[in-house]
């Protein structure tokens, strides 16, 4: 019951982000400029994304970010690509 619930406002914004999608193509009627419509269209695409009205995804963390809680990050270089694979060969 608690999935139905959650999901209710997502599908709800996806119909209504399709209806909006269907009347604005070729027209601006119901809004008082493109910049208005855009807008609305960004709402509903935020809420058919699964997202409560001001709520924002999760930004992803960053080797400074890690290290600040005490996750250790090495980065490397990739691996150079030596024989027939790096020539371009068949049996890569």
Request: hydrophobic share 45%; glycine share 12%.
């Amino acid at each position: 019951m608690k999935a139905f619930v959650r999901m209710m406002p997502r599908i709800e914004a996806a119909e209504t982000l399709a209806a909006v999608n269907r009347a604005a193509l070729g027209n601006n009627v119901g809004f008082s400029s493109d910049i208005d419509r855009q807008r609305m269209i960004e709402q509903l695409e935020h809420r058919a994304r699964g997202f409560a009205p001001g709520e924002e995804p999760a930004r992803t963390a960053n080797p400074d970010d890690l290290a600040g809680m005490g996750i250790g990050v090495v980065i490397e270089d990739a691996p150079i690509a030596t024989g027939s694979a790096a020539a371009g060969g068949e049996n890569g």
